[in-house]
């Protein structure tokens, strides 16, 4: 099991967030779009 939760969406761990939707690109590619989605949503938000 990968260390990082899919719907984790903080800011302060973004480039982690990022290397672990890499991670999940390779073994489950929509639990990473999810993740991806969720990351950009924030961004967008200003968070």
């Known amino acids: 099991m990968l260390a990082c939760s899919e719907r984790?969406?903080?800011p302060a761990n973004v480039r982690k967030t990022l290397s672990c939707a890499e991670e999940l690109m390779q073994t489950r590619p929509?639990?990473?779009?999810?993740?991806?989605?969720?990351?950009?949503?924030g961004a967008l938000r200003g968070r």
Do not use: C, F, V
């Not at 639990?31 to 991806?36: E, G, H, Q, T, Y």
């Open 30 to 41: 929509d639990s990473a779009l999810m993740l991806l989605e969720d990351l950009s949503k």
């Open 8 to 10: 984790e969406n903080k």
